[in-house]
Each structure stands twice: as C-alpha cells, then as structure tokens.
C-alpha cells in the first residue's frame, strides 16, 4: 500500500465526520484524490436539495486528503465553492481533487464534484504545508 493511501486512512480513521457523510475512499495517489458519497435524506435543505454544506464538505474532505497525500500535514488557508447544479437525495456524488500547482509551504488544489457526467460543484482550496510529516510507516 501506498504512503498516500495510509494517510489516507489514517485520516479517516479519525474524521467522524467523513465517516458520517458516509464517503467511501476510491482513489488516493500523491496529490490526488477520488472519494464517493450518496446523498440521504438528513442531508437536503429547505428546498429538498442538498445543502450547500454538505457537498463543501465532500470537496473539502477530498481536498484534505490530497493535500496530505505528499507526506507532509497540510491545513486549509482559503477555500470555497462554486454550486453549479442541483443535488438530491439518492444522487451519487464523485469528488476528484487534484494538486494544480505547489510549493514549500503552499499548495493550490481543484476539486471537481461529479453526479456522473455533470459537474455539480467546484472547489477550489488553498493548502498550507507544515513541516511536520505524517508518521504511517
């Protein structure tokens, strides 16, 4: 097993919170990273759609993961979102986040979140990276 992958899941071994949304891990290499989640009913708002909430949190779950997969813990600076569709309940969302471009300390990433074919969200996140390394070995 990869480095970046037991990060990975020594990060959601600790995140109650991706465990809640129910995100399942598909794909982790160095800068990279593809998770899944299916959409349920406590999840939607006011207007039976998702809530804005939960699909950053989908983003920003895959943004942590690629961010750290270099080795090194990396924290979110500056983040956001653009809803481009509609969610609903039973909609299953693929999150893609891939490492644009990085430096010492800072690390720029793209996530894309799919409902099959169609973009229904993009994420952007800033990264800063610690120098302290994850210990998986």
Request: hydrophobic share 45%.
């Amino acid at each position: 097993m990869s480095k970046a992958r037991r990060i990975v899941e020594k990060m959601m071994a600790a995140d109650a919170f991706s465990q809640w949304l129910g995100i399942e891990v598909l794909e982790v290499e160095e800068g990279m990273a593809i998770i899944k989640m299916t959409v349920r009913e406590e999840m939607v708002n006011g207007h039976g759609v998702m809530h804005g909430g939960i699909s950053f949190s989908l983003a920003d779950s895959a943004f942590a993961f690629a961010c750290n997969s270099h080795g090194q813990k990396a924290v979110s600076i500056e983040t956001s979102i653009n809803h481009v569709k509609p969610i609903f309940i039973g909609d299953e969302l693929i999150a893609t986040c891939e490492k644009e471009s990085m430096s010492r300390s800072v690390g720029y990433y793209l996530t894309r979140v799919m409902r099959k074919d169609e973009l229904v969200g993009l994420f952007k996140g800033v990264a800063f990276r610690k120098q302290e390394e994850w210990d998986v070995d």
